[in-house]
Antibody, heavy 122, light 111 residues
Framework: QLQLQESGPGLVKPSETLSLTCSIS??????????WGWIRQPPGKGLEWIGS???????YYNPSLRSRVAISVDTSKNHFSLELNSVTATDTAVYYC??????????????WGQGTLVTVSS | QSALTQPPSASGSPGQSVTISCTGS?????????VSWYQQHPGKAPKLMIY???KRPSGVPDRFSGSKSGNTASLTVSGLQAEDEADYYC???????????FGGGTKLTVL
């Protein structure tokens, strides 16, 4: 059974770069049938799609974050990563990594990682 | 792109049925069959319950069903059980830029 696990710092200073990695177990990131992505949820609020990546490296980003976000893939380590630069307090959220299916860079998400809380604060 | 519109809360007694709506536009919900629904218990990650409007992943009870009419999608939970108490989110492809959006979430209470 495929499992996803996020890792990275839980505290990032304003204006710095948030970096997270999603490690995949029970499956290969190189499977051509899926996309791999990130979704975030500010405390007590709803969900926001950040972006996704195909194993070949092709990326797709939410236009509202495109200028600050980068998603990359490392097939040798079977993981993918998120970088979000110039963070502010509004980037404080639980960040989930997901496998996504379907057209348009994946239109449904399953499974989800357990999530990791990233707080932006000095 | 605005989030999809969901009622903030819904409730029902054990054994009853409850329907949660998700309203968008002709560009998103009404323009494609790419609506999905997620269940989230407190402190947990969301779980896929319905995809492509009405398809149920393996392992999801058939008490959960999805439908769509025009620009509004719906999730119906039949035979409510205590463990169904959770937040539910809808999601849809918005029709451009490979962008997906979510609804604001509905808190389902089992009375």
């Amino acid at each position: 059974q495929l499992q996803l696990q996020e890792s990275g710092p839980g505290l990032v200073k304003p204006s710095e770069t948030l970096s997270l990695t999603c490690s995949i177990s029970g499956g290969s990131i190189s499977s051509g049938s899926y996309y791999w992505g990130w979704i975030r949820q500010p405390p007590g609020k709803g969900l926001e799609w950040i972006g996704s990546i195909y194993y070949s490296g092709t990326t797709y980003y939410n236009p509202s974050l495109r200028s600050r976000v980068a998603i990359s893939v490392d097939t040798s380590k079977n993981h993918f990563s998120l970088e979000l630069n110039s963070v502010t307090a509004t980037d404080t959220a639980v960040y989930y990594c997901v496998r996504s299916y379907g057209d348009y860079a994946g239109v449904w998400f399953d499974p989800w990682g357990q999530g990791t809380l990233v707080t932006v604060s000095s | 792109q605005s989030a999809l519109t969901q009622p903030p809360s819904a409730s029902g007694s054990p054994g009853q049925s409850v329907t949660i709506s998700c309203t968008g536009s002709s560009s998103d919900v009404g323009g494609h069959n790419y609506v999905s629904w997620y269940q989230q218990h407190p402190g947990k990650a969301p779980k896929l319950m319905i995809y492509e409007v009405s398809k149920r992943p393996s392992g999801v009870p058939d008490r959960f069903s999805g439908s769509k009419s025009g620009n509004t999608a719906s999730l119906t939970v039949s035979g409510l059980q205590a463990e169904d108490e959770a937040d539910y989110y809808c999601s849809s492809y918005v029709g451009y830029n490979n962008l997906k959006v979510f609804g604001g979430g509905t808190k389902l209470t089992v009375l």
